[in-house]
Structures are given as structure tokens and as C-alpha cells.
């Protein structure tokens, strides 16, 4: 039995592995496997470990840090790709893994999931409502594009901006597919809207975001969420035309307006020369007959208007006329006028030369009848009031009567003596005087006594003018 199990090769676990690893990398090399991914993790590291399954296996895979900008794709839990790399080992735990440097997606039903998929959830956002888009400028004076610098895209419209209308063209060159073309294509158009207005760069009026025809790989650059962001953000209206007129990527739902080809897109962003010009000579054409016609109708208005309205010239010469007429029948008739007066006031005088002293002395004997018949009546009246003053004189006692007056000479006394004490005269007769402005106001104050005023000094026994001299305040002094 021991020379039996000499026979066995004996080997190390470490030649065991190396062994293993060998073989497989020398028996498979570079091989693409297609499977749906599972259990992905990214680590710290930047190292991404994930499983590919299908209906019958399993196997690990891993791409390495260097490998993930290269990769082609964001791998995600349940995306179907197809990963292309080498079979290798890991001795480690005995397993053996595939190392991927290129994935894509696997088929093109695939790609068309995973871009449905992402249309509903950015559609659910409302990035593609029609509320949201703008109105292109009608003469832009800066337009920008996001294409590649090189192909037949960028000659296409600049030779189109060329012959319709020549205008400013700002280029931001980007790759439009493979690897870091996304992250591209969204920074330039997130640098279009970033430019300030008036600054040393131009800021486009409208950005055209192109790229010629191609698969539909070649195209997922569009399609990208990134670039569908961007292109929703987009300040500046945002026109796309990216691959030919059947091809539709996700971009053309987020921007504003979607034109089939490149020459297309820049027939949208900039009008025609020549139909512009017909435009304005047809719409000059229509303004001025329009004007014309506007003319014609206030003018035959006015003339309407004017055979309405009475001959100011007659009116006027016929007012002349009459004025002339009665300054003529005014200076003939006013000396007969004045004739006539004269010589009725003469005639007047004489009558009253005449009758005057008649009349004098009529009326003197009627005054002196009526004087005598008053006299004598007035006698008759006294003598009858004296009589009756005679029969009612016995019959009143004297002393109560008496009494009486003198109690009410006294108290008129002593009102009299109140009445003088608060008389101004009393005050006046004391050596104070009252002083009034010129509308008869009293003056009270020394504000009210201006440098210049009039005034009117009343003393006890007359009254003086006076003028007010100096300053206003305390300081007034009266010129006599």
C-alpha cells in the first residue's frame, strides 16, 4: 500500500490553486458570458463585485477600479449584459471569478427595457410636460452646439446657419457615444446655461445638441439620465437632433423642441434670410395700405365734417357789416341825442326858474297852517292832562312816593360810582392809554406791533397817531 501511494503526485495548496488558475485562464482566455446581474456591491476601494446568473448557474465576477470608466455602462442589480473579460481563480476561497473590463447590454430588447423603464420615472417627475418647454427665439444672435468637433454633423449646420441666416455659432466639442460621452454631453449643456449674459464668452440664445446616425448602442449617450437632467434644467432654450428621423432618444422628450436631422435642427434655430424679408416687405405692404386706407376714410370724414360747418367768412364779413352800419347811425345819431337832452333840461330850467318861488311860498303857508293847528291842538291836550293830573294829585300820599325815589336815586348812585370804576375812561384818566392798528384791532401784544405799522394811541382827553420804529420783541419803540 506504500508503494502503491507513492504513485500519487503530491502537491502543495498553493500549486493546487496555481494550478487551477492556470488551466483556466490557458483553456478560456477572453470570453464573453451573458447573465443577469446580482448581488452588486461597489466597495471603498472603487473595486465593483457582483454575480451574472441564468436559469441553470452562477458565477462571480469583479471589475476592477481601473476597469469602471471603461466599462461601457452603470451595471445595476437585474440588468441582462454581457460581460466580457477572463476566466481566473481566487485561491484564497478556492472559487474562480470573472474579471470584466466591457460590459454592454444584452440585445437590444434589453437596452429598450431599460429605456422605458427610465422614460416612466422621469416622465412621472414631469420633466417631459409640455408646460415646460419654451418658445425658441425667433433671430437668435448666438447659437450653441453640443456635437463632436469632427463629422459631417457640425458642417452640416454650420453650412445651413450659413445659407438661411448668418449668425454667431459657439461650439462646446463633446464625444457623442463610448465611454464618459454622458458626463460630457451633460457638463457642456450645464456650461451653456452656466455662461453669465454680456461676458467675455457669448451666451447662446439656442443650444442644438446633435450627433449623426448609428445603432442604438451608439446612441445611449443619449438616453442617459444625466443627460436627460441636464437637458430639462437647461435654462436656454434646448433644441435636439440626434441620429436620423426614425431614431428617438430620451433627450427629444426633455427638450424643447426635437428636430429629425442636424439640418433640420438648425432650420428650427435660425429663419430663413429671404422669407423673413418677404415677411416684412409683405407686412411693410400691408401697414401702409392699411395706413392709406385709414387716411382716405379720416379725410373723406373731414371733408363731411367741413361741408357741415356754417361759411365762417360770410359770418364774419356779415358781422363787419353790421358794425360798420350802426358805428355810422352811432355818430349821426348821437349829436341829435345829445341836441335833444340839451334842450329839454333848458326848457326844464325855465319852468323851474318860474314856478320856484310860487312854489316856495305855498309851501311855506301850508307849514305854517299845519304849525298853528298842532299848536293849539297840543295846548288843548296839555290842558286835558293837567286837569286829570289835578283830580288824581289829592289822592296820592306823597311820602312812600318819596321813600321810593330816593332809594332808587341811591342805588342809581352806586351804580353809576361801579359803572365809572370800570369805565376805560377811569382808566385812561390814570395815566394809561389804549392803542389800536390801523383796522381799529387793539393792540395787546408786542407781536402784534410790526417795525413800521401805524397805530392809533387813545389817552383821556383825545387821541394821536403813532408809528411803531425797532426791532419786534421787548425792544419796540414808539415814534410820536
Not at 422628450?253 to 429663419?271: M, Y
Not at 367741413?306 to 358794425?323: S, V
Amino acid at each position: 500500500m506504500e508503494e502503491r501511494s507513492s504513485n500519487i503526485p503530491e502537491y502543495s495548496v498553493s500549486e493546487i490553486s496555481g494550478a487551477v488558475k492556470r488551466t483556466l485562464e490557458g483553456a478560456f482566455g477572453r470570453v464573453r458570458v451573458r447573465g443577469e446581474i446580482t448581488e452588486l456591491k461597489r466597495y471603498p476601494s472603487g473595486h465593483i463585485y457582483f454575480s451574472l446568473k441564468d436559469e441553470g448557474g452562477k458565477i462571480s465576477g469583479v471589475v476592477w477600479k481601473g476597469a469602471v470608466s471603461r466599462l461601457g455602462l452603470a451595471p445595476e442589480n437585474g440588468l441582462e449584459v454581457i460581460a466580457q473579460g477572463k476566466v481566473s481563480s481566487y485561491g484564497d476561497r478556492s472559487s474562480y471569478q470573472l474579471i470584466v473590463d466591457r460590459m454592454e447590454y444584452a440585445g437590444m430588447g434589453a437596452m429598450l427595457a431599460r429605456i422605458e423603464a427610465l422614460r416612466l420615472k422621469l416622465g412621472a417627475e414631469g420633466l417631459f410636460d409640455a408646460d415646460r418647454k419654451r418658445r425658441l427665439p425667433v433671430l437668435p444672435l448666438v447659437v450653441g452646439v453640443v456635437t463632436s468637433p469632427q463629422g459631417a454633423v457640425i458642417q452640416d449646420i454650420k453650412t445651413t446657419i450659413a445659407r438661411r441666416f448668418p449668425r454667431h455659432i459657439l461650439i462646446w466639442p463633446v464625444p457623442v457615444q463610448g465611454e464618459g460621452a454622458a458626463e460630457k454631453i451633460a457638463a457642456a449643456i450645464r456650461g451653456f446655461s452656466a455662461l453669465p449674459a454680456g461676458g467675455t464668452i457669448p451666451r447662446p440664445d439656442v443650444v442644438i445638441v446633435a450627433r449623426g446616425g448609428g445603432s442604438l448602442e451608439d446612441l445611449m449617450a443619449f438616453n442617459d439620465e444625466a443627460v436627460v437632467r441636464a437637458a430639462a434644467a437647461s435654462t436656454i432654450p434646448l433644441i435636439s437632433a440626434v441620429g436620423h428621423e426614425t431614431d428617438t432618444t430620451l433627450i427629444d422628450f426633455a427638450s424643447d423642441r426635437r428636430a429629425p436631422t442636424p439640418t433640420a435642427a438648425a432650420e428650427l434655430a435660425v429663419p430663413q434670410r429671404t422669407e423673413l424679408l418677404a415677411d416684412l416687405l409683405q407686412k411693410a405692404a400691408r401697414l401702409a395700405g392699411s395706413l392709406g386706407r385709414m387716411a382716405q376714410e379720416k379725410r373723406l370724414r373731414l371733408q363731411r365734417a367741413e361741408r357741415g360747418l356754417p361759411d365762417l367768412g360770410a359770418i364774419t364779413g356779415l358781422a363787419r357789416q353790421r358794425l360798420d352800419d350802426r358805428t355810422a347811425r352811432l355818430e349821426l345819431a348821437l349829436p341829435g341825442l345829445v341836441r335833444v337832452r340839451r334842450t329839454a333840461l333848458a326848457q326844464a330850467g325855465a319852468r323851474l326858474t318860474l314856478a320856484l318861488p310860487g312854489l316856495v311860498s305855498t309851501r311855506r303857508a301850508a307849514f305854517t297852517l299845519a304849525g298853528e293847528r298842532l299848536r293849539s291842538a297840543g295846548r288843548g291836550a296839555m290842558a286835558a292832562r293837567a286837569a286829570k293830573a289835578g283830580a288824581l294829585l289829592p289822592r296820592l300820599n306823597p311820602a312812600p312816593l318819596l321813600a321810593r325815589l330816593r332809594e332808587q336815586a341811591a342805588r342809581l348812585e352806586g351804580m353809576g360810582a361801579r359803572l365809572e370804576s370800570v369805565s376805560h375812561h377811569g382808566v385812561l384818566a390814570r395815566g394809561y392809554a389804549l392803542v389800536f392798528d390801523a383796522k381799529g384791532h387793539p393792540v395787546s401784544k408786542l407781536s402784534q406791533a410790526r417795525p413800521g405799522a401805524a397805530l392809533r394811541v387813545m389817552v383821556s382827553d383825545g387821541e394821536f397817531n403813532a408809528t411803531v420804529s425797532g426791532g419786534v420783541a421787548r425792544q419796540a419803540r414808539l415814534d410820536l
